[in-house]
């Protein structure tokens, strides 16, 4: 059963920049793929990016491309989203996801298994 653990969220003014962590339990990840999603109030929990664990090729959502960026730490079993240039539009919940790779498009909601609590980012003046 892999579990997953978001911190790293906060408040934040415009402009700066944030590492979000998802530490991640239950492997072995060579055949995982990894996501991150955000939810904001009121909307639907969208796709931000994902990895693949076992080579490191990610994919990151059009609408924040260049400015979003993932990458995994495999000794220590963590995921960041590091995201740059921040917007009060990037105020939401962010969570972390993991699915066997493989089974779907990877980057909707409904494929993904295994969900964190999520952290939530607030970027406000």
């Known amino acids: 059963q892999v579990q997953l653990v978001e911190s790293g969220g906060g408040l934040v003014q415009p402009g700066e920049s944030l590492r979000l962590s998802c530490a991640v339990s239950g492997g072995p990840f060579d055949k995982y793929v990894m996501g991150w999603f955000r939810q904001a109030p009121g909307k639907e929990r969208e796709f931000v990016g994902n990895i693949k664990w076992s080579n490191l090729i990610s994919k990151i959502a059009d609408s924040v491309k260049g400015r979003f960026a993932i990458s995994r730490d495999s000794i220590r079993n963590i995921m960041y989203l590091r995201i740059f240039t921040l917007k009060p539009e990037d105020t939401a919940v962010y969570y972390c996801?993991?699915?066997?790779?493989?089974?779907?498009?990877?980057?909707?909601?409904?494929?993904?298994?295994?969900w964190g609590q999520g952290t939530q980012v607030t970027v406000s003046a």
């Open positions: 996801a993991a699915v066997p790779s493989g089974l779907g498009s990877e980057s909707e909601v409904g494929d993904f298994h295994s």
